[in-house]
């Protein structure tokens, strides 16, 4: 029984579910990368193997399939490159891990330091699709990233304001960097570092590397070189916080290979409970894990076996903003409080006593569990939204007001700066504006589109009237900030002024005076509230990303055009939406 890497960041009900003996036709273990490539991951992952394997100094050995081919002797290829002390392997298949139970194949393999006796040591890398490094200041008990420590916590790690990077041209450990105000996303990425503990310990377990030295890396979607580049952090370092019972506050601090080790050896447990099933209840032993809803089961092919074991009344099917995560989803089943009449009418003075002890792995627990009682409660009265203050809703007025909405790709890159223009005193009161471009867009063409876009904006402000800019959540003024900070540019230097003197977030205006059972999102207050409606049947941010794609790939001239024009809809409806949501608040 050999456990994948994507088994200890995955679902555990997976793994029992694909070991299962009883089901009728269970599958093999998911290869969660697929949906990971299908996802649009595939063209950048690809297209990073091949810089990597051109820009790199040293000695390449690419053992990536071609297609058509199979992949005879690949494992005995990589065994063999890394034995020859090849720079980079990519595209390796480790030699299975029979004690471990492991096997796997990570995308890129990066030579170290070899060891004391001449053999080299290696150290897995990943290539996602997505972001890896976030901006950092230099605090205490935080970890590397890790979102629910105390700042203030001396116990904790010290979390470092600088990044560990490497380039695709000299990728190696000993040519690291340090990048300051800067570091990997360990907390909000956590499964990416599982899963390079996973490699590790293969690759320890055949002798390319140790314990010693358990560095790793990833390459994600960032630009903030310009350039990709590779993420390091050590994965024996303690820098994730988890329950404990030992110690005395209920936590402690852990190693992402000693969460990794839990997590596997865990699975490999569930799985081998699975395995013993035949489908006999009285004689076979209990399973040991029931399904708890997570972000995963929307695209989970188990998703059909499990729904029917929940009661559609689940805490963790009905509350899906703000959830509570497994552990505090099973620790709120074992004390009883399984659907939502369960947590509403549940003495939360009496659950906490024997509740808080057990979730130590979260701070504020106490108040996540408040917050779902309070969601729970509201749900079973019919309720979406509730008013938290009394009186008038003060906000911020102006002679020209225009609202803002900007689009990007999958890959981050804004191609649709969509404004709508309300200004009484001209001669179209109420016109929307795009600034777009359906294509492929680099880092140079994103800030031509945004020098375009910002240059019309400028003109706008000729100080003879006053003018506001309203959004809705931080993202349009955080794009702003990235734009700027990318290169020096007197344009974008003056939004990021403007911005922070004549920007308005309705959204947090919205979360001052209300509370919202799924949330506070555009969507929902614009339609539940303010009562706006999208043209589009399925209007959503990661749709138009698709719709994007479509706009600037689809074979057909008619399917592109088709495609950009939802777009432009699609935007101009959310700038309107932002328009209504506005009317709305002043009529509060």
Avoid at 37 to 46: E, I, K, S, T
Avoid at 274 to 282: E, F, L, R, Y
Avoid at 427 to 440: L, S
Avoid at 482 to 496: G, I
Wanted: net charge negative; hydrophobic share 40%; proline share 6%.
């Amino acid at each position: 029984m050999l456990l994948g890497a994507y088994a200890a960041r995955s679902c555990p009900v997976k793994t029992q579910n694909a070991y299962n003996a009883a089901l009728t036709a269970p599958f093999t273990e998911p290869d969660e990368s697929l949906a990971e490539l299908f996802d649009g991951g595939a063209a950048f992952q690809a297209q990073v193997l091949d810089a990597v394997a051109t820009a790199c100094q040293g000695r390449v050995v690419d053992l990536r399939i071609p297609a058509g081919r199979l992949p005879v002797g690949r494992t005995e290829a990589c065994r063999e490159a890394l034995r020859s002390g090849a720079d980079v392997v990519l595209g390796g298949r480790l030699p299975l891990d029979l004690a471990g139970h492991r096997r796997g194949q990570p995308e890129i393999l990066v030579r170290g330091i070899d060891q004391e006796d001449g053999t080299p040591r290696y150290h897995p890398v990943l290539v996602k699709w997505h972001k890896v490094v976030e901006r950092r200041t230099h605090r205490r008990g935080a970890g590397h990233g890790s979102g629910d420590a105390p700042a203030n916590d001396p116990s904790g790690p010290v979390s470092r304001p600088s990044l560990d990077y490497t380039t695709l041209d000299a990728p190696r450990p000993t040519d690291i960097q340090r990048l300051d105000g800067y570091g990997a996303r360990v907390s909000s990425r956590e499964g990416d570092f599982l899963q390079l503990a996973h490699y590790h310990r293969m690759l320890e377990a055949a002798g390319f590397a140790t314990a010693e030295d358990a560095r790793a890396a990833v390459i994600g979607t960032d630009d903030v070189l310009g350039r990709p580049l590779l993420a390091w952090v050590d994965l024996a370092e303690p820098q994730v916080r988890t329950f404990s019972r030992s110690d005395s506050q209920g936590w402690r601090w852990r190693s992402l290979l000693a969460r990794y080790d839990h997590e596997h050896g865990f699975r490999f447990d569930v799985a081998t409970v699975a395995a013993a099933q035949t489908g006999h209840p009285q004689v076979d032993p209990a399973l040991l894990v029931r399904p708890i809803v997570t972000t995963e089961c929307g695209r989970c092919p188990w998703w059909e076996h499990c729904r029917p074991q929940l009661d559609p009344d689940d805490v963790s099917l009905r509350i899906d903003k703000g959830p509570l995560d497994v552990r505090e989803i099973a620790t709120l089943r074992s004390h009883g409080v399984n659907t939502l009449t369960d947590l509403a009418n549940a003495d939360i003075d009496t659950l906490k006593a024997s509740y808080l002890p057990q979730v130590t792995h979260r701070s504020g627990a106490e108040t996540r569990l408040q917050v779902a009682t309070r969601r729970a409660r509201m749900m079973l009265a019919g309720h979406f939204l509730e008013r938290e203050t009394s009186g008038p809703i003060a906000v911020p007025a102006a002679e020209v007001e225009i609202d803002l909405d900007i689009e990007t790709s999958a890959d981050g890159r804004i191609y649709l700066w969509g404004f709508l223009v309300n200004d009484p005193s001209a001669e179209q009161p109420h016109v929307y504006r795009a600034f777009c471009r359906f294509a492929d867009l680099d880092a140079a063409a994103e800030l031509d589109l945004a020098r375009e876009a910002l240059g019309w904006l400028q003109a706008q402000t000729d100080g003879s009237r006053s003018l506001l800019v309203y959004h809705y959540s931080g993202y349009e003024v955080a794009a702003l900030h990235t734009l700027a900070n990318r290169q020096p540019d007197p344009l974008l230097d003056w939004a990021v002024g403007y911005a922070s003197e004549h920007f308005v977030d309705l959204l947090e205006l919205v979360k001052a005076h209300f509370f919202g059972v799924s949330g506070l999102g555009l969507k929902m207050v614009a339609r539940q509230a303010a009562g706006f409606r999208w043209r589009d049947e399925d209007p959503g941010g990661l749709n138009s990303q698709r719709w994007f794609t479509d706009a600037v790939h689809a074979e057909a001239p008619s399917l592109r055009a088709a495609a950009r024009q939802r777009v432009l809809d699609y935007n101009e409806d959310d700038v309107a939406a932002t328009e209504r949501v506005r009317a709305w608040l002043r009529a509060s």
